[in-house]
């Protein structure tokens, strides 16, 4: 699947927010129901979870095993019929997937703990895992975990964004607290970044998602210090491929 431009606006009749919703939905309900029988031990959940770990960040038909799994088969329920719109069909399905298997990896050391929690966003969990592993005094904005989360805004091609959030989800799931993610929101953001008329607004979502978890104390009319830099998280980077930074160039 190509990330250059694609048409917006409609898939099979439906509008881009609308398909955005329903792959959120998609997700959603298959994470949830796995993870009802996960925890109560069931057999097929847990062989079902150990085959998603082994997906996690690679694209969605490269395992065969995992062809057809439940999340593609809801989303597939949920999305109107036809032919049209094949492409950003298909960029649906890599958002499903890749959210529900870094979801089952993220899920296997914390049993009894729910890792996918609504609301609970990429940037945050980032600013949290840093306050779980600083040390007094150090500095959040120079954490070698920040620029963890850079990279998945600077990666310029659907593999690298796999990779790069797998290494998050890495260190999500090894921090001494449970540190949840909202992972039905990360496939709707997922499927978003897949256009490139949509990808910026993805990437400045997930500076500011970081941006807003600072701590206080406010300044102003209740800005943090942190929001008045601006959604970037790192205007200053190195070009990344095509020389766009992401989306975070400067001043954007």
């Given at each position: 699947m190509s990330t250059t431009s694609k048409t917006a606006g409609r898939v099979d009749g439906t509008d881009e927010r609308s398909v955005r919703e329903l792959v959120e939905q998609a997700t959603h309900t298959y994470v949830a129901q796995l993870?009802?029988?996960?925890?109560?031990?069931?057999?097929?959940?847990?062989?079902?979870?150990?085959?998603?770990?082994?997906?996690?960040g690679r694209r969605a038909h490269e395992i065969p095993e995992l062809w057809g799994i439940d999340a593609l088969e809801k989303l597939a329920e949920l999305m109107p019929k036809g032919n049209s719109g094949s492409g950003r069909r298909e960029d649906a399905e890599e958002a499903v997937f890749l959210a529900s298997t870094l979801w089952a990896l993220h899920q296997q050391s914390r049993p009894g703990q729910n890792t996918h929690v609504r609301g609970k966003d990429l940037g945050g969990a980032v600013r949290a895992l840093i306050r779980s592993k600083k040390t007094e005094g150090a500095d959040e904005e120079e954490s070698p975990l920040r620029k963890r989360l850079v990279r998945v805004g600077t990666a310029e091609s659907f593999p690298s964004v796999a990779v790069r959030l797998r290494e998050i989800v890495m260190l999500l799931r090894t921090a001494p607290e449970p540190l949840p993610l909202d992972y039905a929101r990360l496939a709707g953001q997922l499927y978003r970044w897949q256009d490139r008329s949509t990808r910026a607004g993805?990437?400045?979502e997930w500076g500011r998602e970081f941006h807003l978890a600072a701590s206080p104390p406010r300044t102003g009319k209740g800005k943090t210090p942190d929001a008045e830099k601006g959604d970037a998280i790192?205007?200053?980077l190195d070009a990344d491929e095509d020389g766009t930074y992401g989306g975070y160039a400067a001043g954007e």
């Open positions: 993870q009802f029988r996960y925890f109560r031990d069931d057999p097929a959940a847990v062989a079902e979870m150990a085959q998603l770990r082994r997906g996690a993805v990437q400045r790192d205007p200053t």
